[in-house]
C-alpha cells in the first residue's frame, strides 16, 4: 500500500506541475528554444518585409531558412548596399504577438548563387509595438553578431540577453561591394506574461570591504533618464541570480550584475515604486519575485508589497497588501510569490518596502488569464495568430504521463496479488528449490572442510552469485526470505524476526544505543547552551578548542563525515581526574578526531549525538575513551583516544617482519594476552546490552605495553575497504567477521559479536597474515553461511592457526561459531577461558 501511495502522490505531483506549466508565467530560456516558424512556414509571406531587393525572384519572402519553395532564387537579397556597414537594409519579420526569442539562425544564399552572397556579420533590431525600434546588444555591449562563412551552412547564435519583441530586423554588416544574401529563422516561444514594459528607479552602487558592486540593469532597452522607462531589461530576462551576488552566471560579470538594487538612503519613504504595463487586460493572479536574502551584507527580502490597479487612466483606491511569513534563516536567494486577488489590469504598480539596508531582484514574473474586457481590444486584428503548441505539447505530455502511472499502479497491483499467492505455497516446494540451489556449491567448497583432504572438487564447481541463490527482500538487506519460511528455522528465529534486533532485545551498534541509557535525542545540533545532553553520568564532558587541535593525517571517511589524526595540545588539562592517558602532560597528546559533515541531514546528526552521548558514559580501560567534543559551532567533533602504535591489524602484521623473541609457547602467550584484553572490553560491553557489530583487528588499538582498547574505526578507512561487502548497493558489511544469521537475517546480538571474536582471535593468532576465507570470494563466503544453516556438515570453518594451541581452537574459537546461538558462549565464559589459558 505504500508504493501505491507513493506513485498516487507522484502523480498528483507531476500533475500539479504540468498544470502549473500551462499557466501563463515567466518563460525558462533553456526551454524556450522552439522554431517560430519561418521554415515551417507558419509565418505567412505577407509578414515578411524588406527595405529593399536585388529582384523579384530575391524577395524578403525567399528568406527562410532551409526552405526551398522551388521558385525564386532561394534567399532574400537587398539593393546594393549603399552604405559602409549597411545599416540601412533589413529583412523585417512580425510575429504577430509578443515573443521570448532567445536564438536566431542565419545562412547564405542557396547553392546555385554565385559570388559571396551570406552576410558574414550582421545587426539585430526588434521593436514592441512597430514604432520604436531598439538595437540589439550582448551583455558586454557588442552588437555586431558573427554570421556565415559560407553559403550552405546554418549558423545559430544564442541571443544574451533574449528579446521580448514582436518585429524583428536582420541588418546586413558587410562592405558596399559585396552582394549580400540572408535566410533566417528565429526561435523562442510566445511571451505569456504580456508585460511589455516595467518603470524603476535606476540602481545604486554599493561599496563592499573596497569592492565596487554595481546593481544597475545594464540590459535595460528603454529610456534611462533618472528613471528607467518604457523598456525590458534584467528583470525579465530569465535568468536568476545567484545566492552570493558578488558572483554572476556571466562569466567576466562585474559584481552584482545578475541583480536590480537599490539601497534605503536615498527613498525616505521607505520603499521602491516599480510600473508594470502590459499589452492589454489581464486577470493577474500573482507575482513572482526573485530577491536576495544575504542578510549578513545587509541585503533582505522585502518587507511588506503594496501593489496599485489600473485598467483605464486612474489607479484604483484599494491596493492589495502582502507581508512575507516568518523571516526565512537561509541567505539563499529565492522567490517570493505575492497574490494578486485576481485583479484586472493593464498596469500595475508596486511598491516594495525594505527589510533592510538593500533590496535586490533579479527576476519578475506575473501569473494571469485573459480578461473578458481584452477581447475587443484582439477582435480588431483579424490575422492574429494565437500560437497553442506549446499547450499542445504540454497536454500531450500530462495525458501520456497518467497513462503511464496507471500501468505502474496496475503492474505494483498485480506484483502484490501475485506476491501472496507465492507465499501460500508449500513449504516443501521452498525447501527442495533451496536444497537443490545450495546443492550446486557443495563441490566448490568440499574440498576445503577440515575433516576432508581430496582436491577433487577444486576450482570445478559452479559458483552461484548471492543475488540468484538468496533473491533479496523489499523490506530489508538480507539475502532471502525463502529461509525464514523453513520450519527447522523457526525454532532458532523465535521472535526475532524484526531485521536488526537479536533475541535478547539488543539494538544495532550503527543505532548506538545502549538499553540502560536510552532517551530520545530530537535535537539536530549541540551547543555550549544545551551542554546538559550530557549531564548525569558525565558531567565531566567538556568542550575543547579547535584550535588546539593540529592535523596530522586522515584516518578515513565514512558516511558521518572523515577521522583525522590530531596532535591535542593541553588535552592532559582538559581531562577528568578519573581520565588517565599515555603520555606526558607537557607533550601533545596524539587523538582521533570524528567530524560530521557540515551539510549532514538532521538523522546524521542526531545519530552522531547519540553517539557521543553513549561513548561518553563508556568506562572501561580495553574501550577507546571519548575525551572531549567540539560543538560550540559546526562541524560537529568528538575526540577519542588514538595509541600510538596504531591498529591490532598493522601492529601483528609488522610483527612477522621482525625477529620474534622466546619459543612458540611464549608468542602464543602474548598474543592471548591481546586476546584476553579484548575479550574484557566486549564483556563490559556485553554487561550494557552493547553490540559492536564489527569486532576485528582493524577495530583494535594498540598502546604501550601492548594495551588494546576496542574502537570503530576500521569502515572508514580506505586501507580495509576489501574487509567490507556490499550487500545489493543497499548495506555495506564485514561479512567474512559476521555470523550466519546476521548475513541471511540481519540479525545482531551479543552471540553474533561472540562469533566475530572467535574471527578476531584467528586473526590474531595467525598475525593477520591473511584475510579470513582468503580461499573463498565473497559470493562463496555468503554460500557459506547457507551450509552454516542447514547445518548438514558441509560448512567451512577457518582452519586452525600453526601457533594456536588445540584447547583453544577447539574448546573455545570452534564454540564461538556454533549455529545454535544459544549455545555459543558468553563474553564472561571466553574472557575467563583465556585468562586461564595464559
Known sequence: MTSIMEVKLNLCCIVFILAAATVKAQVNPEMCRYPLGMTGGQIQDEDISASSQWSESTAARFGRLDFDTGDGDGAWCPDIMSEPGGFKEYLQVDLRSLHFITLVGTQGRHADGMGNEFAQRYRIKYSRDGSSWVGWHDRMGNQVIEGNKNTYDVVLKDLEPPIVARFVRFMPVTDPSLIVCMRVELYGCEWLDGLVSYSIPDGHQM?????????????????????????????????????????????????????????????????????????????????????????????????????????????????????????PLSQSARFVTVPLGDRTASSIKCRFHFGDQWLLFSEVAFQSVFSTRSCTSSGDDPTHKVDDSNTRILIGCLVAIIAILLTIILIILWRQVWQKMLEKASRRWLDDELTARLAVQTQAFSFLHSSQSSEDGSGSGSISTYERIYPASADYQEPSRLIRKLPEFAECSGSSSRAGVGSDGAPHYAEADIISLQESSDSGSITAANMNLFAGSDSTLREFPREKLTFKEK????????????????????????????????????????????????????????????????????????????????????????????????????????????????????????????????????????????????????????????????????????????????????????????????????????????????????????????????????????????????????PKPQCCPDRIYGDLMLSCWRRNAKERPSFQEIHVQLTESR
Open 555 to 798: 584516518l578515513g571517511e565514512g558516511q558521518f563525515g572523515e577521522v583525522h589524526l590530531c596532535e591535542a595540545e593541553d588535552m592532559q588539562d582538559s581531562l577528568s581526574e578519573d581520565t588517565s592517558m599515555e603520555g606526558s602532560s607537557e607533550s601533545p597528546l596524539l587523538v582521533a578526531v570524528k567530524m560530521l559533515r557540515e551539510d549532514a541531514n538532521k538523522n546524521a546528526r542526531n545519530d552522531f549525538l547519540k553517539e557521543i552521548r553513549i561513548m561518553s558514559r563508556l568506562r572501561d580501560p580495553n574501550i577507546v575513551r571519548l575525551l572531549a567534543v567540539c560543538v560550540d559551532t559546526d562541524p560537529l567533533c568528538m575526540i577519542t583516544e588514538y595509541m600510538e602504535n596504531g591498529d591490532l591489524n598493522q601492529f601483528l602484521r609488522s610483527l612477522r617482519l621482525k625477529t620474534l623473541t622466546g619459543g612458540e609457547a611464549d608468542h602464543s602467550v602474548k598474543l592471548l594476552g591481546m586476546a584476553v584484553q579484548i575479550a574484557s572490553g566486549m564483556k563490559y560491553l556485553s554487561s550494557l546490552n552493547f553490540v559492536h557489530r564489527d569486532l576485528a583487528t582493524r577495530n583494535c588499538l594498540v598502546g604501550k605495553n601492548n594495551t588494546i582498547k576496542i574502537a570503530d574505526f576500521g569502515m572508514s578507512r580506505n586501507l580495509y575497504r576489501g574487509d567490507y561487502f556490499r550487500i545489493q548497493g543497499r548495506a555495506v558489511l564485514p561479512i567474512r567477521w559476521m555470523s550466519w544469521e546476521s548475513i541471511l537475517l540481519g540479525k545482531f546480538t551479543m552471540a553474533s559479536d561472540v562469533w566475530a571474536f572467535g574471527v578476531t582471535l584467528w586473526e590474531i593468532l595467525t598475525l593477520c597474515k591473511e584475510q579470513p576465507y582468503s580461499q573463498l570470494s565473497d559470493e562463496q563466503v555468503i554460500e557459506n553461511t547457507g551450509e552454516f544453516f542447514r547445518n548438514q556438515g558441509k560448512q567451512v570453518y577457518l
Open 207 to 327: 561599496i563592499y570591504r573596497g569592492l565596487d558592486v554595481f546593481f544597475n540593469d545594464s540590459v535595460y532597452d528603454g529610456a534611462t533618464a533618472q528613471r528607467l522607462t518604457k523598456g525590458l531589461g534584467q528583470l525579465t530576462d530569465g535568468t536568476w541570480g545567484l545566492d552570493d551576488f558578488l558572483h554572476s552566471h556571466v562569466p567576466g560579470a562585474w559584481p552584482g550584475y545578475d541583480y536590480v538594487g537599490w539601497s534605503n538612503k536615498t527613498f525616505p519613504k521607505g520603499y521602491i515604486e516599480v510600473v508594470f504595463d502590459f499589452d492589454h487586460i489581464h486577470n493577474f493572479t500573482s507575482m513572482k519575485v526573485h530577491c536576495s536574502n544575504m542578510f549578513s551584507r545587509g541585503v533582505r527580502l522585502f518587507r511588506q508589497a503594496t501593489c496599485f490597479f489600473r485598467s483605464e487612466s486612474e489607479w484604483e483606491p484599494d491596493p492589495m497588501t502582502y507581508r512575507p511569513s516568518a523571516e
